[in-house]
């Protein structure tokens, strides 16, 4: 199994299907877990993926419309029922805080876990697990069940994860994952040097040790990108999302032919949605947010062809895993 993998609990758009469940996807990244827009239906879908709710550390959604956001009352009761050991960063728009805490306390369940609101506001860099409150953020209560679980606060992830603002009928933002360059060691060149053990830990955090640099020793390692844009028109947040990414999640509710409507509503076609890739250089593509009106979804590859995209292309399907890309060298 990759350590960096998107899996795909839900594809449905506004009405799921027979064979669609209402949206919902996690990336699993290096131990960390990014659950996006639950829908209704998520936790089951979790659980038929294999996925647990020790598997999340943040929940990101990108508005409030229901077939994002119904599902979060079940999540979140989840990871108090099954006692979650750290804490859990949940992004939304800021201007459906009162929709969060709704859904978050819906009925009546024991708190046995830290869920750390840090509502979006506006673009930028979000913080989040081991980086401390955001001004004005909720830490969320501290459990009051003496048998709850405690662990210390996690290390900073090794990424950054940013929100870009989206053009929908209600407030959305798109969020990105960004993996800084590093440097890959070179175990030949380390031998001929006579660096080993610890002191190669200690010449990655320093730059040079005992006359060894660095870069005589290890080569470029480029750092990987991931986007997840649902629910919008066109617009400049959409293309600063996609830029560059090694893996673009992306709404495709509508064919082409239907761009009126998408339009109107508020969302993309299968071509747009492929010249967007295409023109970011987007390595790999997963359409998804299909609305029922399609019975092929094999248009939705064809029209995001045709617009020029080149790379891989995934027509996603509910329960369906998807790689990172190996990274660029």
């Not at 647990?52 to 229901?66: E, K, N, Q, Y």
């Not at 709704?102 to 830290?114: F, G, N, Q």
Request: glycine letters at 10%; charged letters at 25%; a neutral charge.
């Amino acid at each position: 199994m990759s350590s960096r993998e998107l899996v795909v609990l839900g594809t449905a758009s506004q009405v799921p299907t027979r064979h669609r469940n209402h949206n919902g996807h996690v990336l699993l990244w290096d131990g960390q877990g990014i659950l996006f827009d639950p829908g209704e239906g998520t936790q089951r879908q979790m659980l038929r993926a294999g996925v647990s709710a020790h598997d999340l550390h943040r929940i990101c959604v990108t508005h409030f419309h229901g077939d994002h956001s119904l599902g979060l009352a079940g999540v979140i009761q989840r990871i108090n029922l099954d006692r979650v050991p750290h804490t859990v960063t949940a992004h939304y728009p800021a201007s459906g805080r009162h929709y969060f805490e709704r859904l978050r306390y819906a009925t009546a369940y024991r708190e046995t876990v830290r869920l750390r609101e840090e509502p979006v506001a506006e673009t930028g860099e979000l913080t989040g697990p081991g980086h401390g409150h955001a001004d004005g953020a909720d830490p969320g209560p501290a459990s009051t069940d003496p048998s709850a679980q405690t662990s210390p606060a996690p290390s900073p992830p090794p990424f950054t994860l940013s929100a870009h603002r989206l053009s929908h009928p209600v407030e959305a933002f798109g969020y990105r994952l960004d993996e800084p360059d590093s440097r890959r060691m070179l175990p030949d060149r380390l031998a001929a040097r006579g660096v080993r053990g610890p002191d190669i830990a200690r010449l990655k955090r320093t730059g040079e040790l005992r006359g060894v640099r660095l870069e005589e020793v290890s080569e470029p390692r480029p750092g990987q990108s991931f986007a997840f844009v649902m629910d919008t028109r066109m617009c400049d947040g959409v293309h600063a999302l996609a830029r560059g990414c090694d893996l673009l999640v992306i709404e495709s509710t509508f064919l082409d032919e239907d761009v009126a409507l998408a339009e109107e509503y508020g969302h993309l076609t299968a071509g747009q949605a492929g010249g967007v890739a295409a023109r970011a250089g987007v390595r790999s593509l997963v359409l998804t947010h299909f609305s029922q009106r399609y019975t092929d979804p094999s248009s939705f590859a064809r029209q995001a062809r045709r617009a020029g995209f080149e790379g891989e292309l995934t027509v996603a399907e509910d329960l369906m895993r998807v790689p990172v890309p190996k990274r660029r060298t």
